[in-house]
Structures are given as structure tokens and as C-alpha cells.
């Protein structure tokens, strides 16, 4: 003989497996998701980035790549050309203690006559700081930056990832660290990241 409850069950077997399966695929995700925090380290080192400003109709008349060399950051200036449009840009360190960022001064110069050659400048701001240009950190971290990929999807958007979607994160076998750019910086700003700083402050 079968209870009410039993007989229930027995006819309705597809009913409840279709209600619980969902509920046990996103137990699975959410621990899933958890593992990652509870077993990987949270970084270890602090990270140089470029970030491209929005657009203020500020037209720039020189171009700036970032290089290192003997383990420090200089920025080689060129003049640009009439017809040559460079994105406006701020150069920040990413804290790995505080999670935050700090805007790093550049002395660029306004202008470079047309026919200069390329000029070196020592980023005073991070002299004495050992930069190593590589994309991954020593402990596993890597710079991911989702300006131009688009949303994370349903299972991102059910666990929060859109927190950093359109922004930028350090990444480390499934271990996500955000990084809260500046609000005027938030939405299709194109973040690079420059080099590792090995040295403490």
C-alpha cells in the first residue's frame, strides 16, 4: 500500500525532476564558484596598467608607449602625425593589499616637434620599484579585461560577475579579484596591463 505523498511522486517523477535539477545545477555552480575563494591565494603582487580615458574631444599630439627596461618603467614619446588620432590615457597601479588603484603621474610632454625623434621618460613615480614586463604574475594572477567581450551570460549574471563585466579583473584558476576602476573610467575602457611590481613599497 502507498501514501498519498508516495503516489504523488510516482506520478509526477518527471515533474519533480524537472523543478530539482535546475536548484542542483545551481548548488553545483555556486560551490563551483566558491572553491576557487576558499583555495587559491589573493594576490601577491601589485600590477602598472594603462587605462584609456573617455573621450573629452582632447586631441593628443604625441603618441606613448610604456617599456621596461632594466627592471624600470619608461615611456617612449613620439610626435604624431596630422592625420594619426591616440587615444587619451592614465597610467595606475593596481594595490594588492587594498584593492584599490592609484593614479601614477607621467611627465608626457604637450607637443614634440614633428620632425623629433623619440624621446625616453623615466616614470619617476615608480623609480626604485622592480617591474617585471610579463603577463603573469609570479603567483599565478593574469590581468583579464572584458571591455570588448561582451556579458558574462546567465550563470554570470547569477553569480554576480557583472561586477567586472565591461571593467577589468585579475584572474588565477577561477579566483576573480575586480578591479574598481575610477566611475568616469568604467564603461569600454580599454585596460593593459604594463608589468608586475616585484619590490615592496
Excluded at 524537472?18 to 576557487?36: E, G, K, M, R
Excluded at 582632447?58 to 627592471?71: E, K, L, W
Aim: hydrophobic share 45%; glycine share 8%; charged share 20%.
Amino acid at each position: 500500500m502507498t501514501t498519498g505523498n508516495d503516489g504523488f511522486l510516482r506520478n509526477n517523477l518527471f515533474l519533480v525532476a524537472a523543478v530539482l535539477l535546475p536548484v542542483v545545477v545551481i548548488a553545483f555552480f555556486l560551490v563551483a564558484t566558491a572553491i576557487p575563494r576558499w583555495l587559491v591565494p589573493p594576490p601577491a603582487y601589485d600590477l602598472v596598467v594603462r587605462v584609456g580615458k573617455p573621450y573629452d574631444g582632447t586631441r593628443m599630439t604625441v603618441a606613448t608607449q610604456f617599456r621596461v627596461r632594466d627592471g624600470q618603467l619608461e615611456a617612449v614619446v613620439k610626435p604624431l602625425g596630422k592625420d594619426v588620432y591616440e587615444a587619451n590615457w592614465a597610467l595606475f597601479v593596481f594595490d594588492h593589499t587594498t584593492l584599490n588603484l592609484t593614479q601614477v603621474p607621467v611627465r608626457i610632454p604637450d607637443t614634440l616637434p614633428a620632425d623629433s625623434p623619440p624621446q625616453t621618460v623615466t616614470v619617476d613615480a615608480l623609480a626604485g620599484r622592480r617591474i617585471l614586463e610579463q603577463t603573469v604574475a609570479p603567483d599565478g594572477y593574469q590581468l583579464r579585461s572584458d571591455a570588448a567581450r561582451g556579458g558574462p551570460g546567465i550563470v554570470g549574471d547569477l553569480f554576480g560577475m557583472r561586477t567586472y563585466d565591461r571593467n577589468a579583473a585579475l584572474i588565477n584558476k577561477g579566483r576573480v579579484v575586480p578591479i574598481p576602476l575610477p566611475s568616469t573610467y568604467q564603461y569600454l575602457s580599454p585596460v593593459t596591463a604594463i608589468g608586475w611590481i616585484a619590490d615592496p613599497r
